[in-house]
C-alpha cells in the first residue's frame, strides 16, 4: 500500500513538472514570436515621386524613413520595448528643391503580450512621441496666419494602443491570410507643444486602423530546392482611420472636413522582389500630419515603393 502510495506521487510530481514545462516553453515560443509580430505591425517606410497629388503645395518627391530598434525582445519576457525613428521629407516643386520643414519624429514604445498564441495574437502598446521640424522661427507670419515655411513646430504625445489579429491556416496551394486591426486613442496636451496648435490643432485623436494580408510560397520552381518551403508578403491591403475629439475653435464635433484624416493603401510585391511593394494611396487629411502644416486639409493619392519588416521565411516541408 505504501509502495503504491510514493509511486502515485512521484508520478503526480512527474506530470506537473511536465506540465510546467510544457507551459514554460509555449510562453517562450510565444515570447519570439511576437517580437516578429511587433515589427510587422509597424508603419511602412515609402519613397513617393510627386508626393501627395492634390495637395496645395507641389512636390518632387516625398518620403518617410521609419524602422524599429528592438532594444528588448527576449524569448523570456512577455514585455518587449523598441526605439523608433521617423522622418517624412517633401521636396518642393521649385528651383532650390526646398524641403523647408521636415517632420522628425523619435519615441519609445512598451509592448505586452497579453495571450500566448501568435495565430490569434493579443497585445497592448504605449508609445511616447517627441515631433518636431527642426525650425525655431515665430509659428505665426506678421499677419497672424501660421508660418509654414520657417515657423517652429514642437510637440510630445502619447499613444496607447491594443492590436489584435488573426491568421489563417495554410492552404494546400502554401498559401494563408492575417487580419489585423489597431485601436488606440492619441494624446499631446500632457506635454509642452507650440501654443500656435491652440488656433486649432488634433490634441487627442481615436485611432483604428485594419489590414488585409496574403503571404504566398514562392521558389516552387527553383532547380536546386530543398526541402523548405519558402514564403513571402506578397500584398498588403491598410486602412487607416484618426478622429479628433478635443475642441476645436468654430469646429464642432461633426465636423468631418477638420477632423477626420483617413487613407487606405494596397501594397504589392512581386515575385523577383524581396521586403518591398509598389505603393498606390488614397486618403484625406481633415488635418495634414506634416509638422507645421496642421491648418491644411485636402484629399490626395499617392504612388511609389513602400517596405518594412515584412513577413519573409523559409519553412521545413513538415512545418
Not at 495571450?115 to 521640424?133: I, V
Not at 505603393?279 to 513602400?306: C, K, P, T, W
Request: include cysteine; hydrophobic fraction near 35%; charge should be positive.
Amino acid at each position: 500500500m505504501t509502495k503504491t502510495f510514493f509511486t502515485l506521487i512521484t508520478c503526480f510530481i512527474s506530470l506537473q513538472s511536465f506540465a510546467q514545462d510544457s507551459i514554460a516553453v509555449k510562453r517562450e515560443f510565444a515570447n519570439k514570436e511576437y517580437i516578429h509580430l511587433y515589427k510587422e505591425n509597424a508603419d511602412l517606410a515609402y519613397t513617393a515621386p510627386g508626393g501627395e497629388l492634390g495637395a496645395p503645395s507641389k512636390y518632387v518627391i516625398n518620403g518617410r524613413l521609419t524602422t524599429t530598434y528592438m532594444l528588448l525582445g527576449s524569448y523570456k519576457s512577455p514585455v518587449a520595448f523598441a526605439i523608433i525613428p521617423d522622418f517624412t521629407v517633401r521636396v518642393r516643386n521649385e528651383f532650390s528643391a526646398a524641403v523647408r520643414t521636415p517632420s522628425y519624429r523619435l519615441g519609445g514604445v512598451l509592448y505586452a503580450r497579453l495571450n500566448p498564441d501568435p495565430g490569434h495574437y493579443r497585445y497592448a502598446e504605449l508609445a511616447f512621441t517627441h515631433h518636431s521640424n527642426g525650425q525655431d522661427q515665430s509659428a505665426f507670419n506678421p499677419d497672424g496666419t501660421i508660418n509654414t515655411r520657417t515657423g517652429n513646430f514642437n510637440a510630445n504625445y502619447l499613444t496607447l494602443s491594443y492590436r489584435f489579429g488573426d491568421l489563417t491556416t495554410v492552404g494546400v496551394d502554401g498559401n494563408y491570410y492575417s487580419f489585423n486591426h489597431r485601436l488606440g486613442l492619441q494624446w499631446y496636451k500632457f506635454f509642452r507643444y507650440e501654443p500656435a496648435l491652440d488656433e486649432g490643432f488634433g490634441f487627442t485623436r481615436v485611432l483604428y486602423d485594419f489590414s488585409w494580408r496574403r503571404y504566398e510560397e514562392i521558389e516552387k520552381n527553383a532547380k536546386h530546392k530543398q526541402k523548405v518551403k519558402t514564403e513571402k508578403e506578397t500584398w498588403r491591403l491598410n486602412t487607416e482611420l484618426s478622429y479628433a475629439v478635443n475642441k476645436i475653435p468654430s469646429k464642432n464635433f461633426a465636423n468631418l472636413q477638420k477632423r477626420l484624416n483617413a487613407e487606405i493603401n494596397f501594397n504589392y510585391s512581386f515575385p523577383f522582389m524581396n521586403n518591398v511593394f509598389l505603393m498606390a494611396a488614397v486618403g484625406y487629411y481633415g488635418e495634414d500630419n506634416y509638422n507645421i502644416y496642421f491648418q491644411d486639409h485636402y484629399g490626395y493619392v499617392r504612388f511609389g515603393l513602400s517596405s518594412g519588416f515584412l513577413r519573409n521565411r523559409s519553412r521545413h516541408y513538415d512545418n
